[in-house]
């Protein structure tokens, strides 16, 4: 336990910035931090329960402000997804990652790479051509690659998210709903679209061994997900209860800051290592 806490205090403070206090940030702050490239990847590891090796991470951006240090996701990913600015954000996040992931190929790492989509870019035709095109150019699988999508974003009408995710799932991208059962039409979502993993709300997971209903929530979640074929990922795993009970949940992966909080680029390879090292 000692070492799992000393590892995951390589990762990021859990204090937040100081801009909560400010509130969200301006647009043109916003565009600044695009043009300028403040925006930084976290990546916070994602566990195989069985044999606790490591599946992949998941990139979380951080905004580094000149003036506020490290911002969090709270704070811009609403103000840029009413402008098109989240498209930009999108696109900036998977080239830089895509980079990040063929570092760690070189360095011997097969690590499956979560990237979060905003429900605006499944409104864009274009969209699938512009990620396989980059895939291509990078000669990265698209299995590689999962997209995480809220599952509250998913307009259950539009006829363009649906064709736009087949056409990600068919060329074998991985999709993940995320944030499953905060929604209502948690249900439909799953029958229309073509998900191959689904993340049980860390709202959930937290509460689960002593709150009945959440425990109910995440077991029928995790039935549901069997019988549909779809991987299921436990994200809030946060201390070493959740983090024992997890296996026999039933989850296939498990994320949290149990295990690690996102971890900036540049120590992701050491914390790696030291992973494999005390679970081999
Ligand atoms: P999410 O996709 O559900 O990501 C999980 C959030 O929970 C992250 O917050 C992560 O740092 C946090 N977390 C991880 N482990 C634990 C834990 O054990 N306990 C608790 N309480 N929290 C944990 P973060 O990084 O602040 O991101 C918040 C949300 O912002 C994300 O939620 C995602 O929806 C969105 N987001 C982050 N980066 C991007 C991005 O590049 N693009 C888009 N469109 N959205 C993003
Ligand atoms: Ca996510
Ligand atoms: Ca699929
Ligand atoms: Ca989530």
Known sequence: DSVIKLLSSIGEKPKKAESSKEGPLKIYELIRGIEKEQFEIFYQPKINC???????????????HPRLGLVFPDQFIDAMERTSLINELTRYILEKSLEHWKHWHRHGYLLNLAIN???KELNNLDFPEYVLGL?????????FLTLEITETALDLDHADSLEVLDRLSMHGIQLSID??????SSLERLRIFPFDELKVDKSFMLHARENDSDRAIVESSVMLAKRLGLKVVFEGIENSDLYNMSDHLGGDIIQGYYMSRPIPEQDLLKWIENWIKKNS
């Open 50 to 64: 069985s044999d606790r090796t490591i599946y992949g991470v998941e990139a979380l951006s951080r905004l580094n």
């Open 179 to 184: 944030d499953f059962g905060t929604g209502h």
């Open 135 to 143: 895939l291509k150019k990078k000669s990265i699988p698209p299995e």
């Open 117 to 119: 989509i905003s429900p």
